[in-house]
């Protein structure tokens, strides 16, 4: 007698697992579909234990409205939804009560704590001036009780536990009067006196601004966090929040980061490599630039900073010969938000944001006529997002494991080429985006697709989706747009289309329907990060 195997169902309905009811679909890449509290339906992934062979919803007094699953390791798992967490977003998201304005989190991976930066508003009734002697003082502002004081931010940066984001006592340290932190960074930073090891260390970038009477001035606070012996009444007292270096700069610090153990600065428009040695700041290199730096990324040994208004310049740092050299630059102007890098395998871009809300990648290669011998960084690809960028921060993606690039060793097999990360952007309009660099031969046919879908598809109010991601530039402009970037929302336009006309588009360009859908699903799987 044959004998036949038990047959599982992949798609498995449930109606009240911690509040939400849907559809888990248990296959090789498992997802949920959550029905929201507005009738929208969100999909999320479960990646954390792989591919999901059985599924069953489970509710009894030790697992109020949990589930139940077998693993790919045939391992059964009892489990819940985090009830302090909402699905209703395209994102998981869990809501701190801060009762602040939060401005930077630098995450310490030592003690697995977070440092956040706060701001708090109130009216100031004071005004700064300076004094004959050249001392800062304050006089109050004498108006009747109707006069709109000014309102001052009083900033702080607190420490907070990684589970249950509760502040840890004694942790809050607040700065003066009139002084603003512009940065906050995590780094790991070696000495002398600690050989080739590294010690995790919170560095901060701060500005004291008086009016136009008093000159601008900068601090470097350097922050340990410390293990110590907790309070018996105080069980989360168990680590100390020390302020280690904290001395006053020749200008405003606008931006910091980590290189190769030692802190670089942009202290108005001058760059200074650091030292941490005996709880002192050394100088190791510097340079000068052109009008003012306020924004810095920096991998290995190289360090990118955008200019206020003379666009990106590239630099080296010689660990060994302790200097900074510059690479190469763009000499075209542009007044820049932010810049980054741009990894896809063994090659390395720079992507900046400008004030005309276009991103714009820039290349190095040397080998190139129009680089005139590599000092010039050439423009291969930009975009109109139609906001401005204020941030960028970079992940690995996701691979065929279900795994985030270099969190496993199976990392470590794949092809170089192979090894792209996924630049996120975050912009002042409260949106968040990403960019994914592609393989050659994917992108030529998604970019055929997306030639044929700018027509073969009716848009919202009849606009034309090219014109609007075509870069804008100011006044007359000596150069030709690249539209070298592709809009992954117009290439979802090709899913709505019925099963004749996916198979109509894809023929005239080549392809089938199946390999677009392949297409776009692996570019969705890259970018899932939660």
């Given amino acids: ?133 050249l001392d800062k003082d304050e006089v109050p502002i004498e108006e009747d009780d109707v006069f709109p004081y000014p309102s001052l931010n009083w900033y702080s940066i607190t420490l907070y536990t990684r589970d249950g984001w509760e502040v840890i006592p004694d942790s809050r340290i607040d700065l003066p009067k009139y002084e603003k932190i512009t940065c906050m960074k995590y780094m790991e930073l070696s000495g002398e006196q600690m050989g080739e090891q590294t010690k995790g260390y919170i560095v901060a970038g701060t500005i004291c601004t008086m009016g136009e009477e008093v000159s601008a001035r900068g601090k470097i606070m350097l922050f340990d966090v410390m293990e110590v012996v907790p309070d018996p009444e105080k069980p989360l007292s168990g680590f ?70 003379k666009s990106l310049s590239l630099l080296t740092f010689d660990k060994e010969c302790k200097t900074l050299s510059v690479v190469s630059r763009d000499f075209e102007p542009m007044e820049i938000y932010k810049c980054d890098f741009v990894v896809d395998g063994q090659n390395l871009g720079f992507i900046v944001s400008d004030s005309n809300t276009n991103l714009v990648i820039y290349l190095y290669q040397p080998e190139a006529i129009e680089s005139s011998g590599g000092q010039k960084l050439i423009r291969k ?66 970019f055929m697709l997306h030639n044929k879908l700018v027509t073969a598809v009716p848009h919202i109010a009849g606009l034309n989706p090219k014109k609007f991601r075509t870069a804008r530039m100011p006044g007359r402009w000596l150069m030709n747009p690249h539209r070298n970037i592709l809009d992954y929302q117009l290439l979802t336009n090709f899913l709505t289309l019925s099963h004749t006309e996916r198979r109509e588009l894809a023929k005239q360009i080549g392809a089938t329907p199946s390999q677009i859908l392949d297409d776009l699903m692996n570019i969705q799987k890259a970018m899932l990060i939660f």
């Fill in 1 to 133: 007698m044959d004998s036949h195997p038990y047959y599982t169902p992949k798609i498995q309905c449930f109606t009240n697992i911690s509040g939400y009811s849907g559809i888990f679909l248990a296959d090789d890449h498992p997802y949920w579909l959550f029905l929201t509290t507005h009738g929208a339906l969100r999909t999320h992934p479960m990646y954390i234990d792989g591919k999901v062979t059985c599924f069953a919803p489970f509710h009894n007094d030790n697992c109020h409205h949990g589930f139940l699953y077998f693993s790919n390791t045939d391992e059964l798992r009892v489990c819940t939804l985090p009830s302090n967490v909402t699905y209703d977003n395209h994102w998981p998201a869990k809501k701190i009560t801060l009762r602040a304005t939060p401005h930077y989190v630098a995450y310490h991976h030592d003690t697995k704590t977070y440092a956040v930066c706060t701001s708090s508003s109130s009216l100031n009734p004071m005004m700064p001036k300076m004094q004959n002697n």
């Fill in 381 to 446: 690809s930009d975009i109109r997002l139609g906001s401005h960028v204020n941030t960028f921060f970079r992940t690995g993606i996701r691979i065929q494991d279900g795994s985030i690039l270099g969190t496993t060793p199976t990392s470590a097999l794949l092809h170089p080429s192979e090894k792209r990360h996924v630049t996120w952007c975050g912009t002042l309009d409260g949106a968040i985006g990403s960019f994914l660099p592609l393989s050659e031969k994917r992108y030529r046919r998604l």
């Fill in 240 to 309: 100390k929040f020390k302020c280690l270096y904290d001395k006053e700069q020749k200008g405003p610090v606008t931006e910091v980061e980590c290189i190769m153990g030692h802190i670089v600065s942009a202290i108005g428009q001058k760059l200074y490599v650091w030292s941490f040695v005996n709880n002192e700041l050394v100088g190791v290199a510097f340079i000068d630039t052109l009008i003012y730096i306020h924004s810095l990324a920096v991998i290995k040994n190289f360090i990118l900073y955008a200019d206020i208004t």
